[in-house]
């Protein structure tokens, strides 16, 4: 049987539908429903909208408290078309960097590691892909090491978990047929090149803000900010917040779905736009750099923001750097010190011009086993119940910005509007 995908829970057949928050989730799923024919509101609690997302101007440059970037599909296209904002692509042919012990590298894996790599292509594939972490099942191919320090660097900017934690399927959500490495590797090159469109990382000039405010033009006239929302009869109600403030608004309502919502764990994040003078020379040419739970560095990533988009400093000469922490704190003197570990010679100190701190209590949902089994769970609770009441957000079929977009659209084409007689 085919798993079950996307947001959780039907539209009933009422002339409303009332959205619950207005982060990227709520006011992409008020679009298309608007755009599909269908009467929304959106309550957002807060006096601004845009949820996580917003783009902090200063004097040298800005900074996002959140995405830095879409990574698009050809739903994301279509939606800029639509909105008409122009993306600003991210140089392309940047290197990737990562570090899992000591030294910063474009190949992450050891000399003596490639013999056993090449050995074990044709080892079988685990049989349970459902229950796995990524790192259970790269650990025959890659062996121990590398499946942890390398995996949990690269997947774990995304998913704020390690390769131990974050669960096979949360990654590879697609079927595969082969029985081997080989072959597991052949069918994720042909699913490749079988896409009609190359993922490409794109911002917008003024920053995400403009995606937010494009969404707003459109749907001005059906936000309403400064109001804690909770679900009303006789209209439809789409929960677009994090998995715990969905418990909340679930409540009494739907107590056993409220319990499972808080049982998806947060990592907490916080987010360092550092402007400096002086460039780590290191970091020269990169997009960024990512660190391995073992290597010394504390911060999880740090993105190289005047490579990937220069307009985001206002001054050539100067650099901005995001440092990604998956954790309760990280100061300034813990950048200076990450840096320090780069790059020993500068005093890092004396080259801060501007700096933008956002700290995240719930930043990133992990994508861990209990997840997927909460989800799964909240799918089959919603199985029978009468129709009216829809959970959706980063926390219930992928984190990213794109998925969100593919997600919404296709829920509002599936479903049904009401025509008043
Ligand atoms: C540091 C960081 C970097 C990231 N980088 C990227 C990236 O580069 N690319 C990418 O694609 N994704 C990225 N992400 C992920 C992406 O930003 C998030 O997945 C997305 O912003 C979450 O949107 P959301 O609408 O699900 O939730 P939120 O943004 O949390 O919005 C939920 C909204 O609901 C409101 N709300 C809650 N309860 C109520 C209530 N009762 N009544 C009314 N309103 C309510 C809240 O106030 C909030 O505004 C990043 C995330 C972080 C933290």
């Known amino acids: 049987m085919k798993e079950e995908s996307g947001p959780i829970g039907q539209l009933g057949l009422f002339d409303e539908t009332h959205i619950i928050g207005a982060g990227i989730s709520g006011l992409l799923m008020g679009y298309y429903l608007k755009k599909n024919g269908h009467s929304v509101k959106i ?3 807060q006096s601004h909208i845009g949820g996580k997302i917003r783009t902090i101007k200063g004097d040298l440059g800005f900074a996002e408290t959140a995405a830095n970037a879409v990574f698009t599909n050809e739903d994301a296209i279509d939606l800029f078309q639509e909105l008409k904002i122009s993306p600003v692509k991210s140089t392309v042919k940047l290197k990737r960097l990562l570090q899992r012990t000591s030294t910063l590298k474009s190949f992450p894996f050891l000399v003596w590691e490639i013999p056993f790599i090449i050995l074990s292509l044709f080892k079988r594939l685990p049989k349970d892909m459902d229950k796995i972490s990524i790192y259970e099942f790269f650990k025959p191919l890659l062996g121990k090491r590398a499946s942890y320090e390398v995996l949990s660097s690269v997947f ?3 998913y704020a978990t390690d390769a131990k934690t974050l669960s096979f399927r949360s990654v590879f959500k697609q079927k595969f047929n082969s029985v081997t490495y080989f072959g597991f590797i052949r069918e994720l090159i042909k699913q490749r090149k079988a896409r009609r469109h190359k993922p490409e990382s794109v911002s917008f000039s003024g920053g995400m803000s403009d995606l937010i405010q494009a969404l707003r033009e459109k749907l001005k006239d059906n936000i309403v900010c400064d109001t804690n929302a909770s679900i009303q009869s006789n209209v439809n109600t789409i929960i677009c917040t ?5 418990s909340k608004v679930v409540g009494e309502l739907l107590p056993k779905i ?3 919502l ?4 947060y990592s907490p994040v916080i987010s360092t736009t550092m402007i ?3 460039p780590v020379s290191k970091l020269e040419g990169a997009f960024g750099a990512l660190f391995s739970p073992v290597s010394p560095v504390k911060c999880a990533g740090i993105l190289n923001n005047s490579a990937i988009f220069p307009e985001r400093t206002v001054d050539p000469n100067k650099r901005s750097y995001t440092f990604i922490h998956l954790g309760e704190s990280y100061s300034e003197q813990d950048a200076f010190q990450d840096l320090k570990k780069i790059e020993p010679s500068t005093d890092w100190q004396k080259s801060l011009e501007e700096k933008f701190v956002t ?3 719930r930043g990133i949902p992990l994508y861990d086993q209990q997840r997927s089994e909460s989800i799964k769970k909240i ?3 919603f199985h029978g119940r009468p129709k009216g009441i829809v959970l959706f957000g980063n926390y219930v079929d992928g984190i990213s910005i794109r998925e969100m977009i593919s997600m919404a659209k296709e829920f509002a084409s599936k479903s049904p509007k009401v025509i008043s007689s």
């Open 242 to 246: 994090d998995a715990h403030d969905a």
């Open 262 to 265: 808080l049982k998806i764990s």
């Open 156 to 158: 774990g900017g995304i």
């Open 258 to 260: 409220s319990e499972e």
């Open 43 to 45: 309550f957002e609690k």
């Open 359 to 361: 700290n995240w209590q």
């Open 379 to 381: 799918r089959s609770l």
């Open 276 to 278: 400096l003078k002086t």
